[in-house]
């Protein structure tokens, strides 16, 4: 139960992020600490999905998702898309 209460909480982070993200994208003109922010923002969710993924291959190889840990942003950046 404990995983899936940790991974509704990432998914409800998720959610809360992507509405700032389109709440800034929503803007005209965006001040330097929102792109500041904005940049920030697409890190983190970056950071949290790459969470997630973690935590659904720990799960579906027998391992505890808990094992699972936010990786910095040079790592999770670096990913292709």
């Known amino acids: ?3 899936s209460e940790t991974d509704r909480s990432v998914r409800q982070h998720i959610e809360h992020l ?3 993200e389109h709440r800034l994208y929503g803007q005209n003109g ?3 600490a929102e792109r500041l ?6 890190i983190e969710l970056d ?3 790459d969470l997630l993924r973690q ?3 720990l799960r579906e190889f ?9 990786r910095p942003p ?6 292709e898309q």
Do not use: F, I
């Open 74 to 79: 040079g790592t999770v950046e670096s990913y």
């Open 1 to 3: 139960m404990a995983n």
């Open 62 to 70: 027998g391992e505890n998702p808990d094992q699972a840990h936010v």
């Open 47 to 49: 950071q949290c999905w």
């Open 55 to 57: 935590r659904r291959a």
């Open 30 to 32: 965006l001040s330097e």
């Open 37 to 42: 922010r904005l940049q920030e923002v697409k």
């Open 18 to 20: 992507v509405s700032e």
